[in-house]
């Protein structure tokens, strides 16, 4: 049985902003695609993953400081070594600017599908180890032959 779908949530900080507005860059918001594509491909195969590309990007919705987010990766396709994933931004709340509340959000009815595209990944071959139901990765690393201390350099 293979996972065929990721979840990451995120609330936006300022320090994830690039200007005075607080508006989250289009780069920003795909550092935390690329963090649910590998968490899709580790509880897949085992393995991190190489991005060969994206493809079909649409931007629907600005991201702001503040708004709570969801990203969503779809397995699509496995092939031999490559993985096509679908991906979904959907804004789940926002800061209530109207609010003297700190932390005051507006919750929407339906998740707010901000932007989606397609993804392309490679897991090599020698790299495969199966599906991780648990989540937990099997160790990959062989065992090291024991040796003298003194011969390590540091």
Same mark, same amino acid.
């Given at each position: ?29 795909? #550092? ?5 594509? @590998?968490?899709?491909? !580790?509880? =897949?195969?085992?393995?991190?993953? $190489? ?15 503040? #708004? ?5 990766? @779809?397995?699509?396709? !496995?092939? =031999?070594?490559?993985?096509?994933? $679908? ?68």
């Amino acid at each position: 049985m293979t996972r065929t779908v990721s979840y990451l949530s995120y609330n936006m900080t300022t320090s994830d902003a690039s200007d005075k507005d607080g508006r989250i860059p289009v780069g920003r918001q795909f #550092d935390f695609i690329g963090d649910v594509e @590998t968490e899709q491909m !580790i509880l =897949n195969d085992g393995d991190e993953s $190489l991005c060969l590309g994206y493809h079909d990007v649409e931007i629907y919705e600005d991201v702001y400081v503040g #708004d709570m987010m969801e990203y969503k990766a @779809t397995m699509t396709h !496995i092939g =031999n070594t490559s993985r096509d994933c $679908l991906i979904e931004v959907f804004k789940l709340a926002s800061r209530d600017k109207n609010s003297d509340k700190p932390g005051a959000m507006i919750w929407y009815d339906e998740p707010v599908l901000c932007s989606k595209g397609n993804v392309r990944l490679v897991v090599k071959k020698h790299l495969q180890r199966g599906e991780q139901p648990d989540g937990l990765v099997k160790d990959p690393w062989f065992e090291l032959e024991d040796f003298p201390e003194d011969d390590v350099e540091f």
